[in-house]
């Protein structure tokens, strides 16, 4: 496993893993990444990712990115 910050642009990764406290887990299952769901990032902006999942984009900091592993 590794985090999500280091996954290759354009590559569909499956999530394994989501560590953190419980608000910070609950907040990113509601943008829908949650355990055994498909994430692609997109672009890297500075410190931000940008994430392709399911239809939507999604823009995650470093420190958020960093709790999913895959």
């Keep these: 496993m590794m985090p999500l910050t280091l ?3 354009g ?3 499956v999530i394994r893993k989501i560590t953190g406290k419980d ?3 609950r907040h990113l299952a509601e ?3 949650v355990v055994e769901s498909e994430v692609t ?3 890297r902006m500075g410190d931000n ?3 392709q999942v399911k239809d939507c ?3 995650l900091d470093r420190s958020l990115a ?3 592993m895959i």
């Design 41 to 43: 990032v997109m672009n």
């Design 11 to 13: 590559q569909p990764a």
């Design 31 to 33: 943008l829908g990444l």
């Design 49 to 51: 990712l940008i994430l």
């Design 57 to 59: 984009r999604i823009a």
């Design 23 to 25: 608000d910070q887990r």
């Design 66 to 68: 960093m709790r999913i």
């Design 7 to 9: 996954a290759t642009l």
